[in-house]
T-cell receptor, first 111, second 114 residues
Framework: GQQVMQIPQYQHVQEGEDFTTYCNSSTTLSNIQWYKQRPGGHPVFLIQLVKSGEVKKQKRLTFQFGEAKKNSSLHITATQTTDVGTYFCAGGSSNTGKLIFGQGTTLQVKP | NAGVTQTPKFRILKIGQSMTLQCTQDMNHNYMYWYRQDPGMGLKLIYYSVGAGITDKGEVPNGYNVSRSTTEDFPLRLELAAPSQTSVYFC?????????????FGPGTRLLVL
């Protein structure tokens, strides 16, 4: 069945360092969504990518969708303590009609 | 708009007890979902609904039941609580199709089964 794997599971960085999380699907995706969950909070939608090779930016966050539409990445430049939380990717498939969430990457930022 | 609301925020159950987790949305969304989140395991879909009167199983439906009598409400029922159901439960909604629309999550219900 459709699976979405996310790495790493945890990442600790010093404030100001960069951070990247990767999302890989076992099948070709129609779209990929990214969500952020602050500690003790609920997932909040960040962005959706639908086109092969698409790159979108939100301030210090850069999102990419792979050319084969089977992988994606989220890169944060110069992390801040406000970036702390768990970042989830969710892959959508028109074949299965499903949106499958990855396990998430939990980011800790040391001030 | 309040968005998606869930009650209770936290509950402790004894093994074998039953309870209903409430979920309400005021965005007039057709699609609603129940997820459970276990540490390091991401979000697993329990049940979903595409509209009033229509529900379907997700990845991990065993031990749960749902109903959707109105567009706004989507309660989740646990009939015989088990320790394996200790988790954080999130309700979510979206305006359209399951895999292409933004999902809006409620604040969650933390459930501890002892």
């Amino acid at each position: 069945g459709q699976q979405v794997m996310q790495i790493p599971q945890y990442q600790h960085v010093q404030e100001g360092e960069d951070f990247t999380t990767y999302c890989n699907s076992s099948t070709t995706l129609s779209n990929i969504q990214w969500y952020k969950q602050r500690p003790g909070g609920h997932p909040v939608f960040l962005i959706q990518l639908v086109k092969s090779g698409e790159v979108k930016k939100q301030k210090r966050l850069t999102f990419q969708f792979g050319e084969a539409k089977k992988n994606s990445s989220l890169h944060i430049t110069a992390t801040q303590t406000t970036d702390v939380g768990t970042y989830f990717c969710a892959g959508g498939s028109s074949n299965t009609g499903k949106l499958i969430f990855g396990q998430g990457t939990t980011l800790q930022v040391k001030p | 708009n309040a968005g998606v609301t869930q009650t209770p925020k936290f509950r402790i159950l004894k093994i074998g007890q039953s309870m209903t987790l409430q979920c309400t949305q005021d965005m007039n969304h057709n699609y609603m979902y129940w997820y459970r989140q276990d540490p390091g395991m991401g979000l697993k879909l329990i049940y979903y609904s595409v509209g009033a009167g229509i529900t379907d199983k997700g990845e991990v439906p065993n031990g749960y039941n749902v109903s959707r009598s109105t567009t706004e409400d989507f309660p989740l029922r646990l009939e015989l609580a088990a320790p394996s159901q200790t988790s954080v439960y999130f309700c979510a909604s979206s305006s359209g199709g399951r895999y292409t629309e933004t999902q809006y999550f409620g604040p969650g219900t933390r459930l501890l089964v002892l």
